[in-house]
């Protein structure tokens, strides 16, 4: 196929009434000016052993920056990483927790409440945010954090907030600004943004032609240990975005148990989609040759992507891009509004006025 009618088609920005398009443009830009973001007040960096865990409290997309941050640091830091959804807290806090609460709102209840239970165990708090009662923290009570631009969905304000938590370990002495992995990912970023982008033709355009192939059937997203972050993330993605239920799952875990639902009678009605990466070993490899070769004969479908880049962050970052455009045309081919949310911003309303 070379041009897609609808994709491809001169009345495609009619499906697309909020823009949302410009939002999935503007992330190498948003990557950009989040290199500038600076804490709201400057700290001094932690003493060896004063920090002994990050717990990072945030739901949906504002919990997905605490979700490339674990990715990314994997095997780099000597202390664990642990992101909390919920209002409920991780066991463990204590005075040696570096504790970052992020809500791009602001107003998050589950993260506000979780953040108001853990500051008398842990002080050593963070926030990231653009408003609301986060922001209300920063200003008039002092707690340091870092305000970023307001206007995006949270969950394309993925550099904002994923950018944030890494100038917050800068500047704790946990881990340097990777200044040379941003280097090398962030032209990469920009030139699939313009590869996956609507104006570049379904033939040309990698975005477009998985989510042709994807339309007809339930998403199903496999990753190994390294993109299993990316393949939750492709799930969320479709789920906001394109209003479709998806999946994820992780290797070499569902050799364990998921392989076995396969065998439903509704399995063809699914396609897999396996994330791969360079870096991941000769027995992972083998592992995901073989679960596709078994499953194959039993779902509709099966393809496989590639990250792009040499560092890790370039990677994970490519795989991020490209699921964030195929949820963006596959909401494009189902017709609904890849900007509006309503069933969340029902329940957050339903929940506010409840007793
Ligand atoms: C909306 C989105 C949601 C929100 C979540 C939490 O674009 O991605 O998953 O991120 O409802 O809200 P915030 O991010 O404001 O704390």
Known sequence: MTTHPLLDGPNFAERDPHCFWKELEGFPSQCWAAQDLTLSRSQTPATPGEVRQIVILGMGGSAAGGDLLRAYMAGRLPIPIQISRGDGLPAGLGPETLLVAVSYSGNTEETLTALADALPKSPMAFVVTTGGTLAALVERQGLPGILVPSGLMPRSALGFLFFSLLKILDAKGIMPFPKEDVAEALPLVEQL?????????????????????????????????????????????????????????????????????????????????????????????????????????????????WSRGEGLLARLLSLIVLGDWVSYYLASLRGVDPWTIPAIDELKQRLRIAP
């Open 193 to 305: 943004a313009a590869g996956f982008g609507p104006a570049r033709p379904i033939r040309d355009n990698e975005a477009k032609r998985l989510a042709v192939a994807l339309e007809p059937r339930i998403p199903v997203v496999y990753g190994g240990p390294t993109t299993a972050m990316p393949a939750y993330r492709w799930k969320t993605q479709i789920e906001e975005n394109a209003k479709r239920l998806a999946l994820s799952g992780v290797l070499p875990e569902l050799n364990h148990n998921e392989v076995e639902g396969w065998a439903d009678s509704e399995a063809r009605r699914f396609h897999i989609v396996f994330l791969r990466d360079r870096g991941e070993g000769d027995r992972l490899a083998r592992r995901m040759a073989v679960t596709r070769d078994l499953l194959l004969r039993r779902v509709g479908d099966v393809s496989e992507v």
